[in-house]
């Protein structure tokens, strides 16, 4: 593969690049899976994995964040979410619409649907995540969350490299979600802190 790739080119898939290098697709999947990570890339289910304009610093961010003890970082990752996702928990439960309960509802579908056809859940979480922080309607909010995403992405990540979490985290995402749909602030405050707290413990078990 030669010359350089733009923002907004798609990437060969994953066959085709173990191919170029002359390696197997499991080092090229946990390299995009980095690259992801880092702000390089992005992948869109169904289209590929494109080439993402980087912000440079946030890219040296994250690589610090990389190389630094991997547990440790978690652990202070999952208590700044619990920090930022509580509060947007409280806050959702309060503000949410129709619209904001049907976002959280398809995504947890989406979930219930991938874990029936054993596909990985990262994405339908996320969508889940981020419907919960769109519907405080909190505009600083919505922007630190945009900010941390590829660290949000990270800890999704690292959470669902074991499937026996598929199961829980549904649970929990069911859970957070009837809290917010029945205007329980202080419910949804529990129900997410739970979710976050599990998930925590079951990395530093590993």
């Known amino acids: 593969m030669k010359g350089y790739l733009k923002e907004g080119d798609v990437l060969p898939s994953e066959r085709e690049l173990a191919q170029i290098f002359d390696v197997s697709r499991v080092p090229v999947r946990e390299a995009l899976k ?3 990570f880092l702000g390089v890339v992005q992948h869109i289910r169904g289209k590929g994995v ?3 304009k980087m912000d440079i610093n946030k890219v040296l961010n994250n690589i610090d964040f990389l190389i630094s003890d991997p547990i440790s970082g978690l ?3 999952f ?4 920090a930022l996702e509580s509060q947007a928990a409280r806050l959702a439960a309060q503000r949410r619409t129709q619209e904001d309960l049907d976002a959280m509802e398809d995504a947890i579908l989406e979930m219930e649907r991938s874990i029936h056809m054993k596909r990985d859940v990262k994405s339908s ?11 405080t309607g909190n505009v600083v909010l919505i922007k630190m969350y945009e900010f941390l ?3 949000l992405n990270y800890s999704l990540q ?3 490299k074991d499937r ?3 199961g829980p985290s549904l649970v929990h995402h069911k859970q957070i979600f009837m809290k917010i749909k029945e205007k329980d602030s202080e419910g949804a405050v529990e129900a997410m802190q739970k979710h976050l707290r599990e998930s925590d413990e079951a990395i530093n078990k590993r």
């Open 75 to 77: 652990h202070d990752l």
């Open 158 to 160: 690292e959470t669902f």
């Open 149 to 151: 995403s590829d660290l």
């Open 50 to 52: 494109f080439v993402k």
């Open 125 to 135: 979480s996320l969508r889940f995540h981020s419907a919960l922080i769109a519907a």
């Open 79 to 82: 208590e700044a979410r619990e």
């Open 164 to 166: 026996a979490r598929y």
């Open 34 to 36: 980095i690259m992801e």
